[in-house]
């Protein structure tokens, strides 16, 4: 089953179970898919954005709702707040299992072999690699900085 059947078919599960914050957070997770798909069309990709886009465009909006909750917390909108965090929880469902420190670190100096990164220069095709091989699985902002730390030293 795609990740585009998978929406489907989730949000049949919302509707039936009357879960509003799910349906919610699906319908957002497909119309950003198709805002992307259309800017693909654009650029002629006839079939919309690829699995690796779709599961980068859901780590995207975890992270903003990470940001909205803290800051709906730090505003006193504890109930706000309390709302991200469950839309968070809706769209991990649909995402690869996470990568552990040790599992990160390991992709990461697979990736430096494989490409034969030497320096700080090469962090760019380190992380295009990374981005393409590992989306959604891993957290590329903490994998950056890993990255740095290993090219520069």
Do not use: C, H, W
């Amino acid at each position: 089953m795609s990740i585009r059947d998978e929406f489907t078919t989730a949000l049949k599960e919302a509707m039936q179970n009357k879960d509003q914050v799910a349906m919610s957070t699906i319908r957002l997770i497909t119309a950003a898919m198709k805002d992307r798909d259309i800017a693909a069309r654009g650029n002629g990709n006839a079939g919309g954005i690829a699995d690796s886009e779709i599961l980068s465009m859901m780590q995207s909006m975890i992270k903003q709702r990470q940001e909205s909750s803290k800051t709906y917390a730090d505003a006193g909108r504890p109930e706000l707040a309390e709302r991200e965090l469950t839309e968070i929880q809706v769209i991990e469902k649909f995402l690869p299992a996470q990568m552990d420190e040790a599992e990160t670190g390991a992709a990461i100096d697979a990736v430096i072999a494989d490409i034969g990164a030497a320096s700080i220069k090469d962090m760019g095709k380190v992380m295009g690699a990374l981005k393409t091989k590992y989306a959604g699985q891993m957290d590329m902002a903490k994998a950056g900085g890993a990255v740095k730390v290993k090219l520069a030293g």
